[in-house]
């Protein structure tokens, strides 16, 4: 059903970083947590593909007849927001009729996607798998629903930033049958399926893989500073890998407001060498934008009036609708890139989101909200939380300026991909998604899904659409809606009619009949965490961090970002006062200050600061904490070698004779031992200790 519509040398430099308020864009220098990052010299080009120098020797004759061998397979390109709600999109005149794609009611901008929609068809009936991240995401990589994929907690969770299960890897991704089939593939952007090696992109498939592995508020950066939860403590990674390289960290904690710039740069090499080389392709672009914390570069800051409604993160919110604007303008830059490289009418590509907006998005409620006029929220499967927008376009293929109707889906994705490159599904499991080529090119008798199945909690099928009609399994009594009328499902019919009756007894038995085909397999969300699995690539992290083995970067390929000092004077033994509880940490009650108050480095109950390390070692040193302490009494190197605290008085909860560590870059404990501080006197210091006891 269509209608038509008219119409690797590594370098750390002090950052500049640009957090945007809801009123100003404000500079913050984040110098004093050491960003490294992947010298910006050299282009991704030189990075990752030296290899493909000898491809590109090759004579221009091979490569137009390679090329030539190779255009029946065409190319796949696949742009995918999150959190990108059904009315957070203006299309202009290409909106459908039915409502949303209005960009807030005209306050969000995005040129680039109406423009996509002018040229392509728009969805209006487009569904995700789930209503939030990593199993929607599963899904589309599987063409499978999430309770076959393991993929679908309990209470809707997703994978942490060290979660300790993943995609299964007896799961088979697009990628791994695409690249089987002769096919470049790489992948860009947010993963969230694993973070253990076995887990990550460039072992399922993918032969590229550049970017943040999870959500962009799943680690702390400057943009946001303070964990959501102990699962996502350690600073925000940005992962580079291949399939026959391996992975390595290259940045950490992630420069936010740099990250979509440098996506739309390796989404141009990618394209253009592919181009060159003659090969098929498929890239993921799978964007961190427009998850919280919504940051952006400069450029965009404060480019539109939405704001969201949330509670606004610490460092500065930059705003729903910046956010929006500057993901389209990557998609306009694709796209660009796409058209210079000559493969644009060889190209499908898809555009969607992995699930609906958050309720912190909305902004308004006045029919201008960021999932209009569908009711609910991401993580919901109210429609609001579910229904997708969506555009495809191929150039040549897919009429300009059409709308579909029908039901699809994202897992339809996979199938789709590998009809059209003329592969087959592997025949040992089965497959939810099906192939909707035949929808995108307004095939005569063609349509979509006949039902929609909507899980809500692990193998709890919570919703069922079949054409207009909508049952709600997840309330007490079933609820059914007709869509058609009722977009916003604001009015259940009357269970009494006995048109009530036969729609929910024939929807019961196509229910029944799906879940009898699901075998469950184990939740690997429900795994849970461990800290070994934190992707980590600081200097001296094993050090630092000993509860984070799982490190690639070290002091012999990391340069310090600053002129190294010259080196402080050392500590006379003399300067030792004394060892001292100090009950400010938890383990003694943690809510009396510590027992030295003034923190230069580390953290304390209730007060934070940004870790100063010392330039050569990348740990705090007794030299470097007397430095920072000049003009105190006393200091001490405390939380694990990193913090360095400050006072004029010491010792209020006594003489502790258990200080057995040393001071000096010590990374198990603070300074002195459990619930200890090693005191030093200041060099400018000769008042006796007796007075401050």
């Known amino acids: 059903m269509v209608e038509a519509h008219g119409v690797w040398s590594y370098n750390c430099i002090p950052v500049i970083i640009r957090h945007c308020t809801t009123s100003t864009c404000t500079q913050h220098c984040a110098a004093a947590e050491c960003m490294f990052s992947v010298d910006e010299h050299i282009p991704p080009s030189r990075r990752l593909y030296l290899g493909d120098l000898a491809a590109m020797r090759v004579s221009l004759a091979l490569l137009i007849a390679v090329h030539g061998a190779m255009a029946a397979q065409p190319n796949f390109l696949i742009l995918f927001v999150d959190d990108l709600g059904y009315n957070e999109i203006d299309l202009g005149s290409s909106r459908p009729t039915t409502g949303g794609y209005t960009?807030?009611?005209?306050?969000?901008?995005?040129?680039?996607?109406?423009?996509?929609?002018e040229e392509g068809m728009v969805f209006?009936?487009?569904?995700?798998?789930?209503?939030?991240?990593?199993a929607s995401r599963a899904a589309m990589l599987t063409g499978r629903l999430p309770p076959r994929t393991g993929v679908d907690s309990v209470g809707g969770g997703v994978f942490s930033a060290s979660a300790i299960g993943g995609l299964p890897t007896n799961e088979t991704t697009f990628a791994e049958v695409l690249r089987d089939n002769g096919y470049r593939t790489g992948m860009l952007g947010k993963w969230h399926l694993g973070v253990r090696s076995e887990f990550l992109p460039s072992n399922r498939g993918f032969q590229y893989y550049l970017g943040i592995p999870f959500s962009a508020d799943m680690g702390t950066s400057a943009w946001h500073p303070e964990p959501a939860n102990p699962g996502d403590s350690a600073p925000e990674p940005l992962v580079e890998g291949t399939d026959t390289g391996g992975w390595r960290v290259i940045e950490q904690p992630a420069a936010l407001q740099n990250l979509t710039t440098r996506y739309v740069d390796a989404a141009t090499t990618f394209i253009a060498q592919s181009a060159t080389r003659g090969d098929p392709w498929v890239l993921y672009m799978a964007f961190n934008h427009v998850h919280n914390p919504q940051y952006c570069s400069a450029e965009w800051c404060n480019t539109s009036s939405v704001t969201g409604n949330g509670p606004a993160i610490p460092t500065g919110?930059?705003?729903t609708g910046s956010a929006v604007q500057e993901m389209d303008w990557s998609v306009g830059q694709i796209m660009a890139a796409l058209k210079d490289s000559g493969e644009d009418e060889n190209t499908l590509v898809i555009f969607t989101s992995d699930n609906g907006a958050p309720a912190n998005h909305a902004d308004t409620q006045d029919g201008r909200g960021s999932n209009a006029p569908l009711s609910g929220f991401k993580g919901s499967v109210l429609e609001g939380g579910i229904r997708m927008p969506a555009m495809v376009r191929w150039p040549g293929k897919i009429r300009p300026g059409s709308t579909s109707i029908d039901l699809v889906a994202t897992y339809d994705i996979f199938a789709t991909m590998v009809s059209l490159a003329g592969a087959s599904l592997p025949k040992d499991r089965l497959y939810?998604?099906?192939?909707?080529?035949?929808?995108?090119f307004e095939t005569p008798g063609a349509t979509g899904h006949e039902c929609i199945f909507n899980y809500k909690s692990g193998a709890s099928l919570a919703v069922v659409r079949c054409g207009k009609w909508k049952v709600h399994f997840d309330k007490t009594p079933v609820e059914l809606f007709d869509l058609d009328a009722d977009i916003g499902e604001q009015h259940p019919l009357p269970s009494s009619t006995p048109m009530w009756s036969r729609v929910v007894t024939n929807i019961t038995a196509i229910r029944a009949a799906h879940l009898a085909t699901?075998?469950?397999?184990?939740?690997?969300?429900?795994?849970?965490d461990d800290s070994q699995f934190f992707l980590c690539g600081a200097p001296n992290s094993t050090l630092r961090y000993p509860n984070f083995p799982n490190c690639t970067l070290s002091p012999q390929n990391w340069i310090p970002p600053w002129p190294t000092p010259p080196p402080a004077p050392p500590v006379p033994a003399?300067?030792?006062?004394?060892?001292?509880?100090?009950?400010?940490y938890p383990d003694h009650g943690g809510k009396r200050p510590c027992d030295l108050p003034i923190v230069k480095a580390g953290n304390c109950p209730q007060q934070r600061d940004a870790v100063k390390r010392d330039s050569q070692t990348g740990v705090m040193t007794l030299e470097r904490?007397?430095?920072l302490c000049n003009g105190h009494r006393f200091f001490a190197v405390q939380n694990g070698g990193t913090g360095c605290f400050c006072g004029s008085t010491f010792g209020r909860y006594g003489?502790?004779?258990?200080?057995?560590?040393?001071?000096?870059?010590?990374?198990?404990?603070i300074c002195g031992g459990p619930g200890c501080n090693s005191i030093y006197r200041t060099r400018n210091t000769s008042t006796p200790m007796s007075m401050y006891l």
């Open 317 to 319: 919110h930059g705003g």
């Open 103 to 117: 960009g807030y009611g005209g306050r969000v901008s995005t040129p680039a996607l109406t423009k996509f929609a």
């Open 625 to 627: 904490c007397q430095d």
């Open 518 to 528: 699901v075998i469950p397999v184990v939740d690997q969300i429900l795994l849970g």
């Open 655 to 669: 003489i502790s004779t258990n200080c057995t560590q040393p001071c000096n870059g010590d990374a198990q404990e």
């Open 124 to 134: 209006t009936n487009w569904y995700s798998a789930w209503h939030c991240c990593s």
């Open 574 to 584: 003399a300067a030792f006062v004394g060892c001292f509880w100090d009950k400010g």
């Open 432 to 440: 939810d998604g099906i192939d909707i080529s035949p929808v995108f």
